[in-house]
């Protein structure tokens, strides 16, 4: 029996160190992960204070920064995997779709209509989402490492209020201001006939995304308010599974 206990004690110590390494494994990567964000969506801030005081004008602030851009708001993909194997508890669909729509904002809209590069709605939008990334990826950094600024999680749940409205007004006027070139280019578009037999157009596909934000964007909007009165107002709020 003593030898029985014995064994049985070992293994659960066994386990539990596999568990405490594993955990360190994971939260060393978040932090290196979180940190690389916040150094990389700093570089981009810098980048486009010195370009506006250099040239005194947001004309090619876009162009100056859009492979910094595309790599970084790209490698937020990893996020979703974050999600999907349950190394952060976090909603997949939540993640996907925040990340997927800027990914999509950034390479098959703002990227592809040198057109619109310059328009006043994309520097709207790349302010809101800078702002936005450095506070975000501070906040999980300092979380991480057990040291959390009081206003940097004020920060976190407050800035979005303005932020994120701001944030969607920037992106409908950039994809609405793209309309007009997409439409006279035929861009992305298919036509009849084809050897696919498939028709798309574009045009009416961006629509539709500008569409989309009718019910989608209430929805993120509100779930980050129930995030905001759980983590500064300590509310229990029970959410339904996505």
Known sequence: ??????????????NNNKKRTKS????????????????????????????YIQ???HKGLYRSIARTLKFFQTFALVEVGHCAVGIVRTSVIVTGV?????????????????QIQNEESVILFLVVWTVTEITRYSYYTFNLLHHLP???????????????????????LT????????????????????????????YYFLIIVMLSYIP???????????????VLHGEVIVEKDD
């Open 1 to 14: 029996m003593a030898s029985s206990e014995e064994d049985g004690t070992v293994e659960e110590k066994e």
């Open 24 to 51: 360190a494994l994971i939260t060393a990567w978040l932090t290196f992960y979180n940190i690389a964000m916040t150094a990389g969506w700093l570089v981009l801030a810098i980048t486009m204070m010195r370009f």
């Open 55 to 57: 040239k005194g004008t």
């Open 98 to 114: 925040q990340v997927c729509s800027r990914i999509y904002m950034v390479w098959f809209i703002t990227s592809s209509i040198r």
């Open 150 to 172: 009081y206003f940097i999680k004020w920060a976190r749940y407050n800035f979005f209020i303005v932020l994120y409205p701001l944030g969607v007004v920037g992106e409908l």
């Open 175 to 202: 994809i609405y201001a793209a309309l007009p070139f997409v439409r006279r280019s035929g861009m992305y578009s298919m036509r009849l006939p084809n050897k696919y037999n498939v028709s798309f157009d574009y």
């Open 216 to 230: 989608l964007f209430p929805q993120l909007y509100l779930h980050m308010l129930r995030q905001r009165r759980r």
